[in-house]
């Protein structure tokens, strides 16, 4: 699976940004995808994603002010962010977890990454 983020940019305090992730590849064996996001000096987190049973879960920080959404035509999957505030500034990373079954009748689990979009909000 290969992941493309795009939509990142610079943003006033308030202001809004959607960012894109699109998903190429063997996209009918993922089983959740979302968002992270790592700010400079902190550890990468979750921000918003898909379960694989089609729940939604958000950080506590992003709750109201972000939503995550997907097209299953389109294979893209989008995050809206409203209310931006500055400690929002990061590098959004697409995560994708995909689940297939190798010859051994295994189940392999992996995690793909996007390549990471930068969203800096000024204060």
């Known amino acids: 699976v290969q992941l493309q983020a795009s939509g990142g940019g610079l943003v006033q305090a308030g202001g809004s940004l959607r960012l894109s992730c699109a998903a190429s590849?063997?996209?009918?064996?993922?089983?959740?995808i979302g968002w992270y996001r790592q700010a400079p000096g902190k550890q990468r987190e979750l921000v918003a994603a898909f379960s694989s049973g089609g729940s939604t879960n958000y950080a506590d920080s992003v709750k109201g002010r972000f939503t995550i959404s997907r097209d299953n035509a389109k294979n893209t999957v989008y995050l809206q962010m409203n209310n931006l505030k500055p400690e929002d500034t990061a590098v959004y990373y697409c995560?994708?977890?995909?689940?297939?079954?190798?010859?051994?009748?295994?189940?392999?689990?992996?995690?793909?990454w996007g390549q990471g979009t930068q969203v800096t909000v000024s204060s």
């Open positions: 995560s994708a977890d995909t689940a297939l079954m190798d010859e051994y009748d295994q189940w392999v689990l992996q995690r793909h």
């Open positions: 590849g063997r996209t009918n064996s993922i089983n959740g």
